[in-house]
């Protein structure tokens, strides 16, 4: 069904008007405006960090962080840009500080596992785009095969299919060029299906053993 662009126009105002109002709480530190934004994005926030770390200990603390700098650094929030945006460019910078003071080498150190680590679930609220191909397999096959993938092509396919972000509000938050953003989507999507085999393929062999 075709969208006009008249109801694309009203959204647009519609989501500028929402983004006004945050900026504003922010400003006034507002708890009772924080407690909504928590309650709203804490979900889809928990399960970006699970991917960009594969650690649920390592994204929960994070993920306090996050919230902390918004409160303390909210009044930085000018509303022009979508405000998940914001919320998410922060998380991100906060997982490349923890990573440049353990002196890892890329992101991908950070989603080695110890034998007693917890496994962790990434939560979703409603349909994606990804789970159209996620009907077809199993979701927590598909989540494991996600953290085999570079760090920078997982994180596209994460931003793009699960926070539905457009390439362009990809390219903003992660200071890449849009042609390097859609590099990294192709490649990254074109990873899913051979890692998927490769992955049910030791499976087998590890049951038999």
Do not use: C
Not at 17 to 40: F, H, W
Not at 164 to 187: D, W
């Amino acid at each position: 069904m075709a969208v006009s662009a008249a109801t694309l126009s009203l959204t647009a105002a519609q989501t500028q008007t929402e983004n006004a109002a945050i900026a504003r709480g922010l400003k006034r530190q507002d708890a009772e405006l924080l407690d909504q934004l928590i309650e709203q994005y804490q979900h889809r926030l928990l399960r970006y960090l699970l991917f960009l770390t594969g650690r649920r200990e390592v994204a929960e603390d994070l993920f306090q962080e996050t919230w902390m700098r918004v409160l303390l650094r909210g009044a930085q929030y000018n509303g022009k840009a979508r405000f998940d945006t914001w919320l998410f460019t922060i998380a991100r910078n906060l997982v490349i500080d923890l990573s440049r003071k353990r002196t890892m080498a890329s992101l991908d150190e950070m989603s080695e596992h110890n034998e007693d680590d917890r496994p962790f679930e990434i939560t979703a609220e409603g349909p994606s785009p990804l789970e159209q191909f996620q009907v077809q397999e199993n979701s927590a096959e598909v989540g494991q095969v996600l953290l085999t993938l570079e760090p920078s092509h997982r994180e596209v396919l994460v931003l793009r299919f699960y926070e539905e972000m457009s390439l362009e509000e990809i390219a903003s938050m992660t200071s890449a060029p849009l042609s390097t953003v859609k590099s990294r989507l192709y490649r990254g999507l074109a990873s899913l299906k051979p890692q998927l085999a490769k992955l049910r393929s030791v499976r087998p062999a590890e049951a038999r053993g």
